[in-house]
């Protein structure tokens, strides 16, 4: 099994800042990606960030400039840090990370999705 804590969701007036964190742990070989989804009410989850364990980050185009998604492999973490916030970045975030488990002689792939945490912007 495999578990992640998020953690750093909130309220936040526009204009603000969070900075979401998210710690894997549990039964696993090894990390390879590591990222953030989101979704709003009505519409489909979507990536806002991904970084992999050797390459670079990628965003979405609606928070390029203004979010920067950073890994600690030794802590086996994901942070997000997410500036000047508006309201259409109200939703629930998700992380999202990319494991190989061991099964006897094999390394199986697996995707774990963290429950979720809400950001909401508002005035």
């Known amino acids: 099994q495999v578990q992640l804590v998020e953690s750093g969701g909130g309220l936040v007036q526009p204009g603000g800042s969070l900075r979401l964190s998210c710690v894997a742990s549990g039964n696993f070989f090894r990390i390879n990606n590591m990222g953030w989804y989101r979704q709003a009410p009505g519409k489909q989850r979507e990536l806002v960030a991904t970084?992999?364990?050797?390459?670079?980050?990628l965003y979405a185009d609606s928070v390029k400039g203004r979010c920067t998604i950073s890994r600690d492999n030794a802590k086996n973490s994901v942070l997000l840090q997410m500036n000047v916030l508006n309201t259409d970045d109200t939703a629930v975030y998700y992380c999202n990370v990319e494991v190989e488990v061991k099964m006897g002689p094999l390394r199986i792939p697996r995707t774990v999705w963290g429950q979720g945490t809400q950001v909401t912007v508002s005035s």
């Open positions: 970084i992999p364990s050797g390459g670079s980050a």
